[in-house]
């Protein structure tokens, strides 16, 4: 079987309880995980343990709190008071989780289905996306990282260009990966609004229902999004379901012609706002 599971946070009794109720095998399924792996919730260190042991049965991607974590790690940003990364930060195998970590994915295509933490700007096709995706995977995985991590967070460039070079292009691939939300008709980022997609002003509209979007062709799941509620359509599939806020946590099964979505319920880590 193979299940896409969303935004786990560091929330692993549920994700242990998740894997109990769709039955999962590391010898026999395969786990697609969105991204944010870690933070916030009571146990980022045990959760990544977890995902680890299960090798190539558990392809993960890299959200805005894991690469939060990377910047931590090099003492260029500050731990914030909500954060919840002692364990990995104090662990005498720190390193190593560190490691891990920079080598996870910011975009899959795999069995019909484009996979990304946050979302695709409006400019960009499948394969646009996962070649930009792979510049910054490189970038996370050499010797350069430690001079980027230092300017990787802010909102600028707003707007895609294919002149970008350098700390801004890479910047924005990452916003757009691992933070995107809503977006102007011609694709200018917005990161202050972060509720339900009815929310939005005149202006802005989520990231998938811009006209014309150039992805619009190709099913893409997504978490990152977790005031957004339940969005399952052909073509999309939204697997943030708030389990750090007391929600739930969710997977969806999506081999063998069907699509099947399991939630287990989350004690709340973290109070909403």
């Known amino acids: 079987m193979i299940h896409l599971v969303g ?32 933070n916030r919730g009571p146990e980022s260190l045990r959760t990544l343990e977890r995902l680890a042991s299960f090798g ?29 990364l002692d364990d990995i930060l104090a662990s005498p195998h720190r390193r190593h989780w560190i490691d891990w970590l920079r080598h996870q994915r910011l975009a899959v295509q795999a069995h019909g289905w484009l996979m990304v933490h946050a979302g695709v700007v409006p400019q960009w096709d499948a394969a646009q996306t996962l070649a930009r995706a792979a510049e910054v995977e490189q970038l996370l995985q050499g010797p350069d990282l430690a001079d980027f991590l230092p300017v990787m967070h802010g909102n600028e460039p707003a707007c895609w260009d294919d002149t970008l070079t350098g700390p801004a292009r890479w910047r924005f691939i990452i916003n757009t990966l691992s933070r995107i939300r809503f977006c102007t ?24 229902d811009v006209p014309g979007r150039r992805s619009a062709s190709t099913p893409i799941a997504f978490g990152h999004w977790s005031t957004l509620g339940d969005l ?37 880590a973290q109070a909403p706002g």
């Open 56 to 84: 190539a049965s558990a392809i993960c991607l890299l959200g805005n709190h894991d690469l939060n974590l990377l910047a931590v790690d090099l003492g260029v940003r500050r731990v914030h008071r909500s954060d919840t």
């Open 232 to 268: 399952d359509r052909p073509d999309l599939l939204a697997l943030d379901t708030g389990c750090v806020w007391g929600g739930r946590l969710s997977a969806a099964r999506i081999d063998g012609g069907r699509r099947e979505i399991v939630s287990v319920g989350c004690a709340q």
């Open 185 to 208: 008709s011609d694709g200018r980022l917005d990161f202050k609004l972060k509720e339900g997609a009815d929310t939005a002003p005149p202006g802005l509209m989520p990231w998938f």
């Open 7 to 38: 935004d786990l946070q560091g929330c692993c009794d549920a994700f242990d309880r998740l894997l109990a109720e769709i039955g999962f095998s590391p010898s026999r399924d395969q786990l697609y995980v969105l991204g944010d792996l870690v």
